[in-house]
């Protein structure tokens, strides 16, 4: 595995996977404790819809996911926020609907059609500079935002009717959870792909919630199980030649499971 | 002086009519017992009181103000204090939430939001509970930590949705000695299903079931004949007085439960 640090790709590939994991725990956590799961899950599928956008218009891939990805989180933020008892079936609807979207375009574009597999399942190391970059910007967004706002953010996830009597903008601070969460989903895209996603935003922040007592450790616990996941797997991934995301996955899923037989011996 | 002054309100959701000509003044001081049946619209009152629900017929001044203007001078304990337990939140967290407005820090909280954190969690009794994790206290503490979080602002009012639905007797008692002990400088509402409390504790007791019904009980030896020598107070007459025979789960109970006025 040393030797193959000297390649740049190998070097893109670690540090993708170390600004994607700390993004994905500091907002896994944030989705799992308002219990948003399922919304991201949607939110990450119908992203295909932006790829597929970008793919037929020849725009960047991140950024027709991001701007596709972010109205849809918008929608869904505008649906749920009216109407929370049928949020479920708003979610599974745009779920699909971006995919199919994500599809056709794909179809329509003439010429050579990008691998769908790789967007499913993550390219971790056919990651770019300007990639890189964009992790990047999203990771200092999301500091600045859990860092400036962490009272209000805390008080919305969890009790959101109480914060609202206390002057806090709770539509707001759902809205900002979500379109932070959209982002996040479209560059971890990149390392698990959209449909492991959820599996990383989810195992590292179930074991750190148990290991933390307040919002702020549980995220940044969080952010570094993650990384340690990630870079296990790509481990794996490197020395059999395996599929870096799924790789990941299977190593995060297989911790989680010696963490509980271990957690629950204690 | 009266603090909350209700006149002629009417509420519904949808076109299902919840509260009808409400008519309540609740004084300075006063420790309000609201009662009823479920979905008799107890917790909706309350909701109004706060400001959550808008209503369009009616009027209701707190503090001489529209509800949603003197919310800062309510402190509110919301009902179902059990939800949510596996949250990473310490307990001093939560009860910093209670603050309004002020200066802030760029991160986290001021140390005069601690220190009035912590004083407000002496008040409740838990102050050593300051760094733990709220999922690992019992029903009762959560509920003071509840109380906590509401007399962080200082409230002129403190209203408490069902307080002890799901605490044991003893809890419950902790209670309401703490409510009672709040209640030489802060006027009290209390949600509640449990009558007990009204015999003990409340001077005013109201009748919640679509239409309100209201009683000064703060002289309970002229408001209900004693049973016997063993001083019981009785139940179905409290009811009746306050209005509660039209409510049909209560005058299907066969017998009258007796409780002891200490």
């Known amino acids: ?21 700390f993004a994905a725990g500091i907002i896994g956590s944030l989705i799992v404790v308002n219990r948003m799961v399922f919304l991201a899950g949607g939110i990450a599928h119908t992203s295909y819809g932006g790829i597929g956008l970008a793919v037929y218009f020849g725009l960047p891939i991140f950024l027709g996911a991001s701007v596709f990805a972010v109205s849809a989180a918008l929608l869904i933020a505008a649906l749920t926020l009216k109407k929370r008892h049928r949020m479920d079936t708003f979610i599974g609807l745009i779920w699909a609907v971006g995919m199919a979207i994500g599809v056709i375009f794909v179809d329509l574009t003439p010429g050579y059609n990008v691998d769908l597999m790789s967007y499913l399942f993550g390219s971790i190391l056919a990651v770019s500079s300007e990639d890189l970059y ?4 999203l990771l200092t967004l999301i500091l600045f935002v859990v860092t400036f706002w962490y009272r209000d953010i805390l008080a919305v996830s969890y009790d959101s009717e109480y914060a609202a009597l206390r002057d806090v903008n709770v539509r707001f601070f759902y809205t900002l959870i979500l379109i932070l969460s959209a982002l996040t989903v479209v560059i971890a895209i990149k390392v698990v792909g959209l449909i492991l996603v959820i599996a990383m935003l989810t195992i590292p922040v179930y074991i750190a919630e148990k290991l933390s007592n307040s919002l702020f450790s549980m995220m940044f616990l969080s952010g570094a199980i993650a990384t340690l996941f990630t870079l296990v797997g790509l481990w794996f991934s490197y020395t059999y030649d395996l599929t870096s995301g799924a790789s990941i996955i299977i190593v995060s899923a297989v911790s989680l499971g010696a963490f509980l037989l271990f957690y629950r011996g204690k | ?15 299902q009519l919840i509260l009808e000509n409400v008519n309540l003044s609740v004084e300075e001081k006063d420790f309000l017992a609201i009662i009823g049946p479920n979905g008799g619209g107890k917790s909706t009152l309350v909701k109004l009181i706060l400001g959550i629900h808008k209503f369009k017929k009616g009027s209701i001044s707190v503090l001489g103000k529209e509800p ?13 204090t059990n939800i949510n337990t596996d949250f990473p939140i310490k307990v001093i967290e939560v009860v910093m939430m209670g603050h309004v407005g002020g200066e802030r820090p760029f991160f986290g909280y001021g140390k005069d939001e601690v220190l009035c954190a912590m004083g407000a969690l002496a008040q409740v009794g838990m102050e050593d509970f300051a760094q733990t994790k709220i999922g690992s206290l019992s029903g009762g503490q959560r509920q003071r930590v509840m109380i906590a979080r509401a007399l962080c602002a200082h409230p002129q009012i403190l209203i408490l949705d069902e307080p002890t639905s799901s605490i044991d007797i003893t809890g419950q008692k902790e209670i309401y000695e703490l409510l009672k002990m709040l209640n030489q400088s802060i ?7 449990d009558i007990s409390v009204i015999l003990e504790y409340a001077n005013k007791a109201a009748h919640v079931n679509k239409t309100l019904s209201y009683h000064d009980i703060s002289n309970k030896e002229k408001t209900f004949h004693t049973h016997g020598n063993d001083g019981h107070f009785c139940e179905i007459e409290l009811l009746q007085m306050l209005g509660a025979e039209s409510c049909n789960s209560c005058v299907e109970e066969e017998t009258p439960k007796w409780r002891e006025v200490k």
């Open chain 2, 187 to 193: 006027t009290i509402i209390v949600v509640s299903h």
């Open chain 2, 1 to 15: 002086m009266s603090v909350i002054d209700i006149k002629d309100l009417s509420f519904a959701y949808d076109k």
């Open chain 1, 134 to 137: 964009f992790m990047g910007a």
């Open chain 2, 68 to 80: 949603s203007k003197s919310l800062s001078h309510i402190g509110y304990v919301p009902q179902n």
């Open chain 1, 1 to 21: 595995m040393i030797e193959a640090l000297q390649f740049e790709f190998m070097q893109h590939a670690l540090l993708a996977g170390l600004l994607v994991s």
